[in-house]
């Protein structure tokens, strides 16, 4: 499976950011896509779980010719969030119907480590607070950009509980035309340091820094892309 839930939902210079809290809304993305050459539809939601506790979610599921095969992925990314606005993973899940590649992550603040369940091994990782699961790693990165914190290094853990760094730059800015109109955009570089993959991005500050346009690479060739299609705010 391409790791396109894993690309970077970032934001840059998108208004002012909540005073407190989180500066991202509750929103629904919904994009198209191809993974591995197949038409899939992916949509990402971010919901208020009560105080300061927020859920982070994505689903990809088959389109058009391919929709005969009635599988899909979904992940989800629970979160705190403190006074400050800086986020820390509670857990992550995958339910992987397309590969069969589930996995389960449990982040234990009191004992710093990760509890990792991958199809049927079992792990425990040693786990820094700075160290996020791959989906929720997007909201961090939104997050830090809106308050002008972004850093050009994180910490990830993928599925399988191998932790590595990845790069993060701002390379351009580029006007794209979208269903929701012409939007300026900010392009983004995302690199895994000890995989060669390449994540580049295009991110509309005035929409809340919403995701338009994403390319992955691996070994310098295209692998695969979405688009965005539609955006809303939702909750109050």
């Not at 105080?51 to 599988?71: C, H, M, T």
């Not at 069969?100 to 786990?127: H, T």
């Not at 990845?166 to 895994?192: C, K, N, S």
Request: aromatic share 6%; hydrophobic share 40%; net charge negative.
């Amino acid at each position: 499976m391409i790791r396109l839930a894993c690309a970077v939902l970032a934001m840059l210079g998108c208004g002012a950011a909540r005073a407190g809290g989180l500066a991202v809304p509750p929103h629904e993305a919904v994009y198209h896509a191809t993974v591995k050459m197949i038409p899939v539809r992916a949509t990402v939601t971010l919901e208020e779980q009560g105080p300061d506790v927020v859920l982070y979610q994505a689903r990809i599921e088959p389109r058009g010719w391919a929709g005969f095969l009635s599988k899909e992925l979904t992940e989800s990314s629970l979160l705190s969030v403190d006074d400050d606005g800086k986020l820390q993973p509670i857990s992550y899940r995958k339910l992987d119907a397309i590969g069969g590649r589930n996995s389960d992550i449990r982040f234990d603040a009191a004992d710093g480590e990760m509890l990792v369940k991958y199809k049927d091994r079992e792990s425990r990782v040693p786990w820094e607070h700075t160290t996020y699961d791959l989906l929720s790693l997007r909201l961090v990165l939104s997050n830090d950009l809106a308050r002008d914190r972004l850093a050009d290094c994180y910490t990830i853990v993928d599925d399988k509980g191998q932790v590595e760094e990845v790069d993060v730059r701002v390379t351009g800015r580029q006007p794209l035309a979208t269903p929701e109109g012409e939007l300026d955009t900010v392009r983004i570089e995302y690199v895994e340091r000890d995989n060669d993959r390449l994540y580049r991005l295009w991110l509309a500050p005035a929409l809340d820094g919403a995701l338009v346009r994403l390319e992955q690479f691996e070994d310098g060739k295209l692998r695969g892309q979405l688009t965005l299609v539609e955006y809303r705010r939702t909750g109050r």
